[in-house]
């Protein structure tokens, strides 16, 4: 019996003592309170661009003319919207020192741009620009460029790239160009050119008169020259172009048929097909010493190579699976593989310069898409969808990617206009690039500033 | 036998009243999801509630010691100017660096002193706070006009943006709003009162959401994972800058675009509304995760 009258009062304090530990496991001691932030807004960043402040006239509408630039590209991007000049509370003109920061956030903008035109002695143009934070009310980021004054939009495109570049932690693509090929006339007698323009279409002009045709122009990575395809009689030929000098130079004469060079990373060799025999495959060229190495032995079409950015791997296209599709190998030749497995031909693969993408061609249930990948073929994402997209080129920051789209051409001959277009690596954005004349195979140049 | 049934019913007594003093316990405990409250009383013992004041100037110290890093980080850079004599290469174009503040010498002067009185000063924030709201309506949040924490749900679900729009808000903010009661009996506040739910914690997060420009299409954008420590004032306004944790990275321009991103964030929505007074002492010191990765797919 003494052990039933224990029983109960051990079983008791059991109870008790486990009410009580429940009751303080469940109190540990109350850390600060976390909160995750998983979401937000894709919205544009509204940002005030403030006219530069210039000195006399001349430079008061310079100042007027760079940020409208600025504005331009800003908003082109797709990341930012430019904020009125209307609802501007205080004149940005008139900041001297530091903005009032609570009249900026007022109208919403979460950066400022302020600065200022002036002309030297020398007639130099001197501008400076100043970017804030409106809500850390911190300056940001703050340059100043010498030039001649002729040069102004540069300034505009080196100062949007270092506003982009700050913000988005990404460098910029602004002081770049685009050369492509001009198209003109009707279907049959196409007159072909290639053009050069700055990457806002400013500064547009011909390269080559249109006599002969003129295909796949690609910048080099690392100068102001543009390796393309001219045909001589009726072989097609790889020229050198370099911008500055206007100099036109012959690649070589190939025994076959040459088709899609591009330059290699470091610009000192050209990557292409040959077409030997009737049976194409991938080769190089060191530009110096015209060396050439075939780095494909197959009886299948093996054709628009690409080289990674740290030039360590190639991109091409094949269709010994039956099929057009993806591959990727070693930049030897070594170890090719292919990555694209999806429903659907693929075709000219371009390796982002970040490197962490190939953007390509896809066509599929007769539609054509732009889209990328990662180099091991996963994550495939289409970006657009038309009649025909085609030709991907890269922005030198491989956010965007440029391509032009056909329109269908209609029985009665209208219609088949082709133009270029741009999206942004998100698939939004997608806008138009406005060219004097139709225009087709468009190439992103480096940033200017790094390619000389 | 007697003795047994004594013991017996004494047993039986004493597990009936363990059960009716322990069971509802037990019972609510396993309702509760968020944390108890027995913490929570040792806390306002500790630091009573009622006079909130004391525990806010103790903090204080703190933010403002810390104030000076995010404001000397200004007057360092001052150092570059020498770039600015830069302008000799010989390239078409030259480029220098502009030292942050326009002028080095107002600046350091302005700098300390002022900072202080436009964050601390409980005035300005407010001028600050009633000049903001205005051009904040007209924002995108402007679409929920109310905000209405029992409906979160429905309004961060941006594809049921429509159903949030058509309920009326008007009841549920009273229903969240109704910290007061609590505060009358003690035993309630002791219960439920002093903690912050779920909701107003949505609350809080909705907010900062709202405000978010993500920093959509960087390289590895889901590695961008920024820290944020903030400290509020009991009418919900920033007590201080906030704080950028792991600092160290800021040196990554990535980085150091989605953490201003985040800040940016957090001074666009402050001060935050719709916090109950009552517990301001949860919601004094938060910090706040940002993560993108949901959004860019990984």
């Not at chain 1, 806002?200 to 080099?220: C, E, I, N, Y």
């Not at chain 1, 329109?407 to 998100?426: H, K, N």
């Not at chain 2, 027995?38 to 909130?52: C, D, G, N, S, W």
Request: glycine share 6%; with cysteine; charged share 25%.
């Amino acid at each position: 019996m003494t052990i039933v009258t224990r029983f109960p009062a051990a079983v008791l304090a059991l109870f008790a003592a486990t009410l009580f530990a429940v009751q303080f496991s469940a109190n540990p001691a109350q850390a600060q309170l976390q909160i995750d932030i998983t979401r937000g807004n894709v919205d544009p960043l509204p940002i005030a661009i403030g006219d530069l402040n210039g000195t006399t006239p001349d430079t008061t509408q310079v100042g007027r003319d760079i940020s409208g630039v600025i504005a331009a590209n800003l908003e082109r991007s797709g990341l930012f919207r430019a904020i009125e000049r209307a609802a501007f509370i205080e004149d940005p003109t008139q900041i001297t020192l530091r903005p009032r920061f609570g009249d900026w956030r007022l109208i919403n903008a979460q950066a400022l741009v302020t600065g200022g035109a002036v002309e030297e002695a020398d007639g130099r143009l001197r501008v400076e620009f100043r970017l804030w934070d409106t809500f850390a009310e911190q300056q940001m980021t703050g340059l100043v460029y010498v030039t001649n004054p002729e040069n102004w939009r540069r300034i505009a495109h080196l100062i949007s790239d270092a506003i982009y570049k700050r913000l988005t932690g990404e460098d910029g693509y602004f002081d770049t160009r685009i050369v492509y090929i001009s198209e003109t006339g009707a279907a049959d007698k196409r007159i072909k050119r290639l053009a050069l323009m700055d990457q806002d279409g400013a500064g547009h002009r011909f390269l080559t008169d249109g006599k002969d045709l003129v295909l796949t122009p690609r910048f080099s990575p690392t100068r102001q020259e543009i390796t393309y395809l001219s045909y001589f009689g009726d072989r097609p030929r790889v020229y050198i172009y370099n911008i500055d000098t206007g100099q036109q130079e012959i690649l070589g004469d190939f025994p076959g048929m040459t088709f899609a060079p591009r330059f290699s990373p470091d610009g000192n060799r050209v990557i292409m097909s040959l077409a030997v025999d009737g049976n194409s495959d991938i080769y190089t060229m060191d530009v110096r010493t015209r060396r050439v190495e075939q780095l494909t032995r197959n009886p299948a079409i093996d054709t628009s190579p690409s080289f990674a950015p740290d030039g360590s791997r190639i991109t091409f296209n094949s269709d010994r699976s039956g099929t057009q599709q993806i591959y990727v190998m070693g930049a030897d030749g070594d170890g090719q593989k292919r990555i694209s497995f999806g429903d659907g031909r693929y075709a000219t693969p371009v390796w982002s310069p970040r490197g962490d993408l190939i953007a390509f061609t896809k066509f599929r249930r007769g539609r054509f898409h732009i889209g990328v990948m990662r180099p091991d073929g996963t994550g495939e994402r289409l970006l657009t969808e038309s009649f025909l997209d085609e030709a991907p080129t890269w922005a030198p920051n491989g956010r965007v990617i440029m391509f032009f789209r056909q329109q269908p051409r209609r029985d009665d001959g209208s219609g088949g206009e082709v133009a270029l277009w741009s999206v942004d690596l998100t698939g939004f954005n997608e806008r138009r690039v406005v060219t004097p004349l139709d225009g087709s195979d468009p190439a992103w140049s480096p940033l200017f500033s790094e390619s000389r | 036998m007697r003795g047994a049934i004594g013991i017996s019913v004494a047993f039986h007594l004493a597990l009936a009243t363990a059960a009716w003093t322990g069971l509802p316990t037990l019972f609510q405990d396993t309702i509760q999801e968020e944390t108890p409250i027995i913490v929570e009383l040792v806390a306002i013992a500790e630091e009573t509630r009622a006079a909130p004041e004391t525990p806010q100037e103790a903090p204080k110290p703190e933010p403002e010691a810390a104030k000076p890093e995010p404001v000397k980080a200004e007057p360092k850079p001052p150092p570059p100017p020498p770039p600015a004599a830069k302008p000799a290469p010989p390239a078409p174009e030259k480029v220098a660096a502009l030292p942050p503040p326009p002028k080095p010498a107002p600046k350091p002067e302005a700098a300390p002193p002022p900072p202080p009185e436009t964050r601390v000063a409980p005035e300005p924030p407010e001028q600050r706070r009633t000049k903001i709201r205005p051009k904040t309506k007209p924002e995108p949040p402007k679409k929920t006009p109310r905000f209405d924490a029992s409906r979160i749900a429905v309004l961060i679900d941006k594809t049921r943006k429509d159903e949030a729009l058509e309920t009326e808000p008007d009841e549920a903010p009273k229903k969240f709003l109704q910290p007061p009661p609590v505060d009358d009996s003690p035993v309630q506040r002791a219960a439920i009162g002093n903690r912050l739910t779920i909701s107003e914690v949505d609350a809080i997060r909705y907010q900062i959401e709202q405000c978010w420009n993500v920093p959509a299409g960087a390289r590895d954008a889901r590695d961008l994972v920024i820290k944020i420590r903030i400290n509020l004032k009991p009418d919900g306004s920033l007590k201080g800058p906030p704080v950028i944790l792991d600092r160290d990275r800021m040196d990554d321009g990535f980085f150091r675009a989605a953490a201003e991103s985040a800040r940016r964030a957090v001074q666009r929505c402050t001060p935050l509304k719709n916090l109950p007074t009552s517990k301001y002492d949860r919601w004094q010191e938060i910090t706040l995760t940002f993560n993108p990765r949901e959004m860019l797919g990984g």
